[in-house]
C-alpha cells in the first residue's frame, strides 16, 4: 500500500458504506493518508421526490442537505477514537453519484477509493442499471477497494 497518501470514501449511510469509512481509517493509519469522506445528493432521487410534488426541488436539497450533514456528523462522532490522528475531511456535493465520485477522485488526486460494495439503490434499480461501484469501476483511473457487509466478511 505504498503511496497512498489521499483515500477518497464515498458514503450513502448505509451500514455497508459505513463499515468502507471504518476499514479506509485502518488503511490511512497504516499509510498516513488523509481521507475524503463525500456524500452525493442524488440529483435523480431530488427530481422524482419533486415530481411526486412533496415539495419543491429547493427544499427537498435542503432537507437531504441537513440529514447528510447529521449523518457525517453521527459517523465522525462515533468514529472518534479510531480516527486519531487521521484528517478527514467532509464532502456533500449534488449530482450523479458515480460521476461525481469519479470527478471527486480526479479534483482530490486520491490514490485509492474505498466504498462499499452496494448502498442503499433498490435491488429492482440495481439489476437494471447496475450499483454506483460497479459504475466506479468501470470508469476509474485509481485502485478501488469494494468493502462488504461485516456479515458477508465473516461469513
Same mark, same amino acid.
Given at each position: +500500500?505504498?503511496?497512498? !497518501?489521499?483515500?477518497?470514501?464515498?458514503?450513502?449511510?448505509?451500514?455497508?458504506?459505513?463499515?468502507?469509512?471504518?476499514?479506509?481509517?485502518?488503511?490511512?493509519?497504516?499509510?498516513?493518508?488523509?481521507?475524503? #469522506?463525500?456524500? /452525493?445528493?442524488?440529483?435523480?432521487?431530488?427530481?422524482? +421526490?419533486?415530481?411526486?410534488?412533496?415539495?419543491?426541488?429547493? /427544499?427537498?436539497? !435542503?432537507?437531504?442537505?441537513?440529514?447528510?450533514?447529521?449523518?457525517?456528523?453521527?459517523? +465522525?462522532? *462515533?468514529?472518534?477514537?479510531?480516527?486519531? %490522528?487521521? @484528517? /478527514?475531511? *467532509?464532502?456533500? *456535493? *449534488?449530482?450523479? $453519484?458515480?460521476?461525481?465520485?469519479?470527478?471527486? @477522485?480526479?479534483?482530490? %488526486?486520491?490514490?485509492?477509493?474505498? +466504498?462499499?460494495?452496494? %448502498?442503499?439503490?433498490?435491488?429492482? =434499480?440495481?439489476?437494471?442499471? &447496475?450499483?454506483?461501484?460497479?459504475?466506479? #469501476? =468501470? &470508469?476509474? !483511473?485509481? $485502485?478501488?477497494?469494494? /468493502?462488504?457487509?461485516?456479515?458477508?466478511?465473516? %461469513?
Amino acid at each position: +500500500m505504498k503511496g497512498i !497518501k489521499k483515500i477518497l470514501v464515498p458514503v450513502d449511510f448505509s451500514e455497508c458504506s459505513k463499515n468502507a469509512f471504518y476499514y479506509s481509517l485502518d488503511i490511512a493509519r497504516e499509510t498516513k493518508a488523509s481521507i475524503f #469522506l463525500l456524500n /452525493v445528493i442524488d440529483t435523480e432521487l431530488v427530481n422524482e +421526490m419533486s415530481r411526486l410534488d412533496l415539495s419543491s426541488k429547493d /427544499v427537498i436539497k !435542503k432537507r437531504l442537505e441537513k440529514n447528510a450533514k447529521t449523518e457525517l456528523d453521527k459517523i +465522525m462522532s *462515533e468514529s472518534i477514537k479510531k480516527r486519531k %490522528g487521521i @484528517a /478527514v475531511q *467532509e464532502i456533500i *456535493e *449534488e449530482g450523479i $453519484p458515480f460521476i461525481q465520485i469519479l470527478k471527486k @477522485a480526479k479534483d482530490y %488526486g486520491v490514490n485509492l477509493i474505498v +466504498m462499499g460494495s452496494f %448502498g442503499t439503490s433498490s435491488p429492482m =434499480r440495481r439489476l437494471f442499471f &447496475g450499483s454506483t461501484a460497479e459504475k466506479v #469501476l =468501470r &470508469g476509474v !483511473k485509481v $485502485p478501488v477497494v469494494c /468493502v462488504p457487509l461485516p456479515e458477508v466478511i465473516e %461469513g
